[in-house]
Structures are given as C-alpha cells and as structure tokens.
C-alpha cells in the first residue's frame, strides 16, 4: 500500500500534511516534478530555483533517515504533470497520490488535469490546503463573499480561526522500506546568496527561533527600517515551503506567549494568506488582469527609463538602493518594494505588470499571489482601501524609514561620501561628481501627471 507524495513549493518534513497524512496510510515515495519551460514562462529566479534545488537536497536527506526515496519525474510544462505523475504511481505500485494545493491558475489547473488522469488510473488523489491556515472561501464576509480589503478579512481570520487549525502536524514516523531506488536530483537551480539563504533546517529553523525569541518584541519600531535587521527574513523559506505557516504561529506563539498572536507579525502573516485567497477567489487575476477594472483604463507610458529602473540607475537613491539590493541579494525590503514598485507605476507611468515580471525573475522569494497583490496595490489597482491618489514621495519615504542614509549607503557606494542630510537628494554638482545620474523624474511634474493619468481612469 505504498503511497505517492507529490513535492511541489511544501519542501518541508514538519508541518506537511499531505505527507503527514500519507506516511499514516502507507510507506511514502515522495516525487518531484522538474519543470523547466513553465518555471521559465513563469519566470521563477535562477535564484528561487537554486535555494530550491538546495532545499529539496537537504530535504531528501532528511527525508532519507525516516526511509523516504526521492524520484524525480520530468514533466517541462504542467500539462506534462498528469503523463509523468500517474506512470510514477503506477511504476511504484502506488495505491493514491497526496498532494498541499496551490492557487494561481495554472497551478489549480494543472492539479485538476493530474486528478482526473490519476482517477483514470484508479488512483485515489487527496488534497490538502497546507499551504494556508484558513482554506480559501472560509473567510468571507456577511453576503459570503471574499473581502475586498485586507483590515476586514484580517479581523475576521483571527476570529474564527481555531486551536485545531492552528496547530500544525507532526513530521512522518519511519516508513517501511519499500523496493524503491532513489534519483539522484538534477542540477536545476541557478546561482544564489547561500551565504544568506541557508538551506539546511536546524539552520532555517535556528533563524525562525532567533527572530521570534530576540527581534519579535521590536517587530512594529524597526520593520520599517531597510537599514536595521527587523524582521524575519523567512520568506524564501514560506514562498518555497521549507517552512509551514502553522510551525511559523507556533513559534511565536512559544517564544511570544498570546501576545504573539496578536501582534503584527502574524498580521502579516495574515496578508499573505489574504493574497493566496484572493488569488483563487479570482481566476481573473492569474490572467494579468487588475482587482478594479477601472486599473485597466489607466494609460501608462512608454517604458523609457525601464532599464535605468532594473539597474538601479534612476538618480533616486533609495529606489537604486532597493534596485540594487535586488539584483546583489535575490531580497529586498518590503518598505522599499513599495517605495521602487509606486515609483515605476506611479511618477513613470510605467505599467506595473513590467516590474511584477522584472521582481518575479530576480526574487529568491517570489511568489505569485504575493508579488501580485504587492504590485497591484502599489499602482493602486488592486484590493486595497486607498484611494487612486496615493503617491509616495520617495524623497519623503527615505527620509523618514532611512533617515542616516545607512541604506543608500549600503547599496549605492558611489555616495558614501555625502552627508546625512543630503544624501537622499544629492545636488547636481555632487551627483556628477561621484558619477553618480541625475534623477530621471522631477517629482512635483511626474506626480501631477500621475494625478491626471490615474483619475482620468478611476474618475472616467
Ligand atoms: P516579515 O516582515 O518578517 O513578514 C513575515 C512573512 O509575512 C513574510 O515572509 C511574508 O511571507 C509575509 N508577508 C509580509 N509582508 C507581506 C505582504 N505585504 N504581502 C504578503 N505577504 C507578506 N512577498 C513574497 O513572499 N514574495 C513576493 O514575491 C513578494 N513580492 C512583493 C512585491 C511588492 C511590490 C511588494 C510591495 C511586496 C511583496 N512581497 C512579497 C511582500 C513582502 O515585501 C515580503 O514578504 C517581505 O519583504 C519578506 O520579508 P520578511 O520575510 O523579512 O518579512
């Protein structure tokens, strides 16, 4: 009664419970499917897949010692899934086939062709939603509908969510061994920072703790401050499953007390689970389409100054500081991917899909649902409450969440030399000087032209 677990972004042995619930019914042979023409046409980082060809060795050897074998299938496109993942199971004399759901569209559809193909084959699929705490369509509002904005859906989540649902499952026991060899797991990651992204899990889970236990207590002062170390630095680990989302609130919980619970960390916890619902709530967005129709009609403008954008190079030192660290780390802040992505679709009226495509192929933690929802609430055009008018000044951004200039400093060497105070705007003198560019915007003329483009399509 061997039993088939399909490892997909879930590279994880705690807190799984797909593999979990398999290991109970029967010896487990887990399997993973290469994919390497959707991952490009999903254009997943060179970087997110090296961290994920680590974790998925480190994962394998663990998995091992419990008496876990690893295959791995090749299936280039999804639509090769259903071929490659019902030959293995009935290759291994599988009697189901287990699997966490994911949400974006093409993922809900491959998993539907897989169940059909495993049906026909007299497999019995099980699903699990280990990827969130709350199911998708369990949070809804009094009509039974997905929330619009994200502070009622929060509110809510805590409230009904329950004990039970937080608490996460056990890793497997020892299995019986089955007569199943092992693959050895292609080379097909890219490059990537491993001296900052670790991928063994008494390291991973080593940070969790340090952050939970030391930084939690200051999470609200400092996770605004791109400068400062304050906060968790784990999404590569939840984007890629190497850490459950239940082991992370249990963690807090033990380090934190009830506290914990409540405070803002798990609020963001919650935005991400916000994003993974609305993602299945609404195919829509899968299709590149915006939350509020009305973001369809905005005219962006050509893409002049894209390329200075990607490289850091726009003459704004927080948004190359942002740019850069991206590019140098495979990471960036959340303060300053919201000061870059309002820069791009705001003061250059670029439209947001080109950065969602841009951070998409550079992140060691990209994520759809969550790049998505970041993207279209930064241009305005996603589930949020503010109004279309809200435009960051990134000279007032900086100064306010990197008032020493730390970070600019950080990222953009080539102004090291320049004074707390003026490091933020640069004069043109100095900025020639270090051959440093000018500022490819001025702010007062972009943002009245933001003002005027974004109203015409929001006010018709
Ligand atoms: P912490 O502050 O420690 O938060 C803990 C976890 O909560 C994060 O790891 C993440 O899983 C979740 N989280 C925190 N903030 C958000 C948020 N605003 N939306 C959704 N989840 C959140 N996050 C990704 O994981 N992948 C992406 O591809 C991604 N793209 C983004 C694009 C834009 C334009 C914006 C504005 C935000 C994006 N985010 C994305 C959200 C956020 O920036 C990162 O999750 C955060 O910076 C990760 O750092 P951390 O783990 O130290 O976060």
């Given at each position: 009664n061997a039993q088939l677990v399909w490892l997909r972004n879930d590279l994880r042995l705690n807190d799984n419970p797909a593999l979990y619930h398999a290991s109970t019914a029967g010896p487990v042979v887990a399997c993973f499917a290469v994919c390497e023409k959707q991952w490009q046409e999903h254009r997943d980082a060179p970087a997110k897949l090296g961290l994920a060809q680590a974790l998925l060795t480190a994962w394998a050897e663990d998995a091992e010692k419990l008496g876990i074998v690893l295959k791995i299938v090749h299936a280039p496109m999804f639509s090769d899934a259903p071929k490659a993942i019902t030959a293995l199971a009935q290759e291994i004399g599988a009697q189901g086939v287990w699997w966490n759901k994911e949400y974006p569209l093409n993922e809900m559809r491959r998993d539907k062709a897989v169940r059909q193909a495993c049906e026909q084959a007299d497999l019995a699929v099980h699903e699990y939603d280990g990827d969130v705490v709350l199911a998708p369509g369990t949070v809804t509002n009094g009509s039974g509908d997905m929330y619009q904005v994200f502070t009622p859906f929060s509110k809510r989540w805590r409230q009904v969510v329950t004990e039970a649902e937080l608490s996460s499952c056990p890793r497997p026991g020892k299995q019986t061994p089955l007569k199943v060899k092992g693959d050895s797991i292609p080379?097909?990651?890219?490059?990537?920072?491993?001296?900052?992204?670790?991928?063994?899990?008494?390291k991973i889970q080593r940070n969790l703790h340090n952050f939970c236990s030391e930084k939690l207590a200051e999470y609200s002062d400092t996770r605004d401050i791109p400068a400062h170390r304050g906060t968790s630095l784990i999404s590569p680990y939840l984007a890629l499953g190497a850490l459950g989302i239940r082991h992370c609130i249990e963690q807090v919980q033990k380090d934190q007390g009830p506290d914990g619970f409540h405070g803002q960390w798990v609020?963001?916890?919650?935005?991400?689970?916000?994003?993974?619902?609305?993602?299945?709530?609404?195919?829509?967005?899968?299709?590149?389409?915006?939350?509020?129709p009305d973001g369809e009609k905005v005219q962006w403008a050509k893409p002049e100054y894209f390329e200075d954008w990607r490289q850091g190079k726009t003459g704004v030192p927080i948004v190359d500081a942002g740019m850069r660290q991206l590019l140098q780390t495979g990471w960036m802040h959340n303060r300053v991917r919201m000061i870059v992505a309002a820069f791009l679709s705001k003061l250059m009226l670029v439209d947001w899909h080109?950065?969602?495509?841009?951070?998409?192929?550079?992140?060691?933690d990209g994520d759809f649902a969550s790049n998505n929802g970041g993207w279209q609430w930064s241009a305005s055009v996603g589930a949020d409450a503010a109004p279309y008018f809200r435009i960051f000044n990134p000279y007032r951004q900086a100064e306010k969440f990197d008032p020493n200039g730390d970070y600019v400093r950080k990222f953009v060497p080539e102004l090291q030399s320049i004074t707390d105070k003026k490091i933020h705007q640069p004069s043109e003198q100095q900025c020639r000087a270090?051959?440093?560019?000018?500022?490819?915007?001025?702010?007062?003329?972009?943002?009245?032209?933001?003002?005027?483009?974004?109203?015409?399509?929001f006010k018709g």
């Open positions: 080379g097909f990651g890219g490059e990537y920072r491993a001296d900052l992204w670790p991928a063994q899990r008494d609020t963001e916890l919650i935005w991400r689970e916000f994003y993974r619902h609305l993602m299945a709530a609404k195919p829509r967005l899968s299709m590149g389409k915006c939350f509020r080109l950065g969602e495509q841009h951070f998409m192929a550079h992140l060691i270090l051959g440093y560019p000018l500022p490819i915007i001025n702010y007062k003329v972009a943002r009245s032209t933001a003002m005027d483009v974004f109203a015409k399509a």
